[in-house]
T-cell receptor, first 113, second 110 residues
Framework: DSGVTQTPKHLITATGQRVTLRCSPRSGDLSVYWYQQSLDQGLQFLIQ???????AKGNILERFSAQQFPDLHSELNLSSLELGDSALYFCASSVYTGTNEQFFGPGTRLTVL | GIQVEQSPPDLILQEGANSTLRCNFSDSVNNLQWFHQNPWGQLINLFY???GTKQNGRLSATTVATERYSLLYISSSQTTDSGVYFCAVDPNQAGTALIFGKGTTLSVSS
């Protein structure tokens, strides 16, 4: 158990819908990262937050957004869902001082029908 | 951007065999991690190893940062070692994204 929690584990929804994925980092970690794993694109970085502020952006679509709350949990919002958004979404966290070892949550498997 | 290449892409072993997985990266890095993704999809941290050698039970890893490669050794493999092994690097200093290789898929049969 990495100490990173994600909910829900599975999500099945229809095209055009909006969903919210939730992540709680390890105790003491200030940085949260979101990654997407799809069959064709592999594991890709989406976005990073550090202590409530956006820190870095990767290949995140405009239909996707995220935020980190004062208690450091984070939410990833996916809207106007398309079939191609079906993937495994991971959250990771790190201390973000000195070493930057990232620890991954169990993931949320999103299926868009 | 930085390129991360893993080899071999697939590996089939009998239980008890040893194996070496390789990760080459195209630029200097400040962080390198090895992960095991099990059949249930979980990403499990194996090593945080930007340089040097580490060992954890039957697994060990070596990163030669000056030559831009890392090796993961699995000895006396077990069926539970099956899954995908990813190498991931952070090309910047502290707090940025990991860039993942495409992985090595390992199948260990009894």
């Amino acid at each position: 158990d990495s100490g990173v929690t994600q909910t829900p584990k599975h999500l099945i929804t229809a095209t055009g819908q909006r969903v919210t994925l939730r992540c709680s980092p390890r105790s003491g970690d200030l940085s949260v990262y979101w990654y997407q794993q799809s069959l064709d694109q592999g594991l890709q970085f989406l976005i990073q937050y550090y202590n409530g502020e956006e820190r870095a952006k990767g290949n995140i679509l405009e239909r996707f957004s995220a935020q980190q709350f004062p208690d450091l949990h984070s939410e990833l919002n996916l809207s106007s869902l398309e079939l191609g958004d079906s993937a495994l979404y991971f959250c990771a966290s790190s201390v973000y001082t000195g070493t930057n070892e990232q620890f991954f949550g169990p993931g949320t498997r999103l299926t868009v029908l | 951007g930085i390129q991360v290449e893993q080899s071999p892409p697939d590996l089939i072993l009998q239980e008890g065999a040893n194996s070496t997985l390789r990760c080459n990266f195209s630029d200097s890095v400040n962080n390198l991690q090895w992960f095991h993704q099990n059949p249930w999809g979980q990403l499990i941290n194996l090593f945080y190893i930007p340089s040097g050698t580490k060992q954890n039970g039957r697994l060990s890893a070596t990163t030669v940062a000056t030559e831009r490669y890392s090796l993961l050794y699995i000895s006396s493999s077990q069926t539970t070692d099956s899954g995908v092994y990813f190498c991931a690097v952070d090309p910047n200093q502290a707090g940025t994204a990991l860039i993942f290789g495409k992985g090595t898929t390992l199948s260990v049969s009894s």
